[in-house]
Structures are given as C-alpha cells and as structure tokens.
C-alpha cells in the first residue's frame, strides 16, 4: 500500500485536523466530557457535516467509500485530541457491520440516517466470561414464529448507553465457544426487555451493561444468515484493531510532544531539566517507541481488509503487540518525566496515559495477542 497520501486525503486530514484544533482544545474537551451523554452533539453534527459519518460506506449506499488510509487519518487525529463522541461504535465497529453482513434493505435504512448523525449504534458483544474470546456467546436467541427472543447480558459495550440501536451477537445454536451458532440482530435501545446501565471508562470514554430480557425482535432484524456470523465478527474487530492502532499513535505522538514542552519550561537547579542529559535520553526513546508503532500501525491498516483471514487476524495481532508496548512506555515515562504533577487532572500527559492504558486492553491486550500471535507461529515463521 502507497502510505503517501493523495490530494484528497490531504484535504481530509487537513479538514480534521483544523477542527480538532477550532473546538477540541483541553477545555473544550471537559465542556463536551460534561454533557448528560459524556460527548457533544455538536461536534458530532460537524462530523457528520464534514462526511466523516459517511466515510467508510460505499458510493451505492448513500457513503463516500473511504478505505483503510482514510479511517488511519481520522482515527489518529482522534488520537492526539481525546475524542469523546461514538465514532469507533457507530462507524468503525457498527458501520462495518452493516457494510460487510447488512442486506441492501438494511443498509438503505441504516446507512443514510447513521451517515447524517441522526442515528447511533452500539456492537453488544463482549461478555463478563468471554474476555477476549470473540467465538465466547452464552447470549441466546430462539426463534419463535416470524420473530427472535433474545436473553442475555452483554458487558463493555462502547457508548452503549447513548445509542438508538444495537448490534447484538446471541448463540442459536451449539456451545458456548463454538465457532458455529452466532447470530447478528438489530435491537432497537427502547424495546420491551432491553435496559442499560451506564458508566464512564478510566479515559473517560462512556460504556454500557446491556440486558436482554425476553426481547423479541422481528426476522428482518437478523444481519446475516442466522449461525454464521462469527468470521464477520473477527473481520470487523480487526478493521476495529487498526484503527485503535493509529488512536493509539495519535496519542503517543501528542504525549511526547506534551513531555518534551514540559522538559523545555521545568527548572530544577537553576536550569531546565531538559538540559539533563538523562532526561534527553529518555524523550528520546519516547520518540523512538511511537515510530515503532507508527510503522505498525501502518501495516495493520495495510493488512485490515486482507482477504485471508488467517493473515490478517496474525497482523494485526503482531501490531497491537507493538502498540501495547509503546503506549505503556510513552505514557509511564510522560508521567515520570512530569513529575507529581503528571497524575492530576489538571495535568494534560495523565489523561493521556489513562486513554492509551485503555487502548491497550481494547479487544486483546498485549499478552492476549502475543499469545495468539505464538500460536499462529508468527509473522514469517517466527514471533
């Protein structure tokens, strides 16, 4: 893949980039952090007023088809600026639902109204016993006439507690961990059977349980053919992967130019500390951990839309590796080099490290991948 960006990416990240800076400073961000649904309205009227919400669809379904290098540029921007508002859940993880298992009757309802910013979506998939297991489902549904009855609780569901609708997997057939039997259904926030419970993750990031009790939901609620959706599933989240990826490198970059400004205005001594040459080194390794992720970043959102899928899932597995790595050495030396300060909530680098530990973990943590990683037996034979 050609990393180098043409015109039309140039605009687009040029066209991000001036918003991020017009109304996604510090401050603005606390103000949008304080809202009754933890993110601003606002702002997600600006995306979608900019096409970021229609980005990733297809010309034919109302979309702008946006690929890989174009979610790349939005997500790291993202990245550097702490966003608030649910364009990982709706677009990246529910849009590409939607895009790769929707009928076109789905996606001509759907894709319009998500593209517009006047309809939110959630992927409620993750389970209190699953950790990182995609094919773990004990969620269940069972047909009865022309409609489904789906039981079960689902947990860390981004943005959950603010969404129109979700995207739920439930188990119709098999065992609790087999690769066969998961379903796809649309479940509409509002329906008999469904609560939510919200809460705000460490990075402030908001987050939903969601239950389903005896929810009913009609056979045109099914994404996909009933039993089969898990290789859509793990075709998503890979997509889902890489754009964390470059969040993730968004937030490094933006931590180590934080740290540096710090070393630069910090006196001890009678003298910058940034004038020590240990503290050199270090902002210098800092410097040296987010290029090792950037590089791999850039070969997760090479390898997101892989056909096979033996090769991606080893790919990208191979770059939240390094991800992991970098962000917990960028963000502990961020804080270090600060000092005190550096875990107050006044400090910017604190907030920083708290996003990038939660990225971290963020579908397979680093030991999670290196693991499946060593099973695969590496990339090119070796780990």
Not at 204 to 223: E, H, K, Q
Request: proline share 2%; net charge negative; aromatic share 8%.
């Amino acid at each position: 893949m050609n990393f180098d960006l043409s015109d039309e990416q140039r605009m687009l990240k040029d066209s991000v980039d001036r918003l991020m800076a017009d109304q996604y400073d510090f401050e603005s961000r606390k103000r949008h952090a304080a809202q009754p649904d933890g993110w601003s309205h606002d702002i997600w009227a600006e995306f979608a007023a900019m096409g970021l919400l229609a980005l990733p669809f297809a010309e034919d379904d109302g979309g702008f088809g946006g690929g890989p290098m174009e979610t790349m540029i939005v997500m790291e921007a993202f990245g550097r600026n702490l966003v608030l508002e649910p364009y990982l859940s709706t677009i990246v993880l529910c849009g590409n639902l939607l895009r790769f298992g929707g009928s076109s009757e789905q996606r001509a309802w759907l894709i319009p109204a998500i593209a517009g910013g006047e309809l939110l979506l959630a992927f409620a998939h993750g389970e209190a016993q699953a950790r990182y297991n995609l094919a773990d489902v004990a969620a269940s549904a069972q047909q009865d006439g022309d409609e489904w009855v789906l039981n079960g609780c689902k947990r860390y569901v981004i943005h959950g507690d603010s969404a129109d609708q979700f995207i739920v997997s439930a188990r119709v057939s098999g065992g609790r961990r087999d690769r066969d039997g998961v379903a796809l259904f649309l479940v509409d926030a509002l329906a008999p059977g469904v609560s939510q419970r919200g809460y705000t993750m460490q990075n402030g990031v908001r987050a939903a349980t969601v239950n389903l009790s005896n929810v009913r939901v009609p056979a045109t609620a099914l994404i996909g053919v009933a039993g089969q959706a898990l290789p859509l599933i793990e075709r998503v989240v890979d997509i889902a992967l890489a754009a964390v990826c470059t969040e993730a490198v968004g937030s490094m970059e933006k931590a180590t130019e934080i740290t540096v400004d710090y070393l630069k205005v910090r006196k001890q001594f009678g003298v910058t500390i940034g004038s020590f040459q240990a503290l050199q080194h270090r902002a210098v390794d800092m410097l040296v951990a987010v290029e090792q992720a950037r590089s791999m970043a850039m070969f997760a959102t090479m390898m997101a839309e892989e056909s096979d899928a033996g090769e991606r899932a080893k790919s990208i597995s191979a770059a939240k590796i390094q991800i992991g790595k970098s962000a917990k050495y960028v963000g502990m030396q961020g804080v270090q080099l600060h000092g005190g300060i550096g875990v107050t909530e006044e400090c910017h680098i604190g907030h920083y490290y708290r996003h990038l530990t939660v990225l971290e973990m963020l579908f397979g943590d680093t030991d999670h991948h290196l693991a499946l990683l060593a099973r695969a037996g590496g990339l090119g034979g070796g780990v």
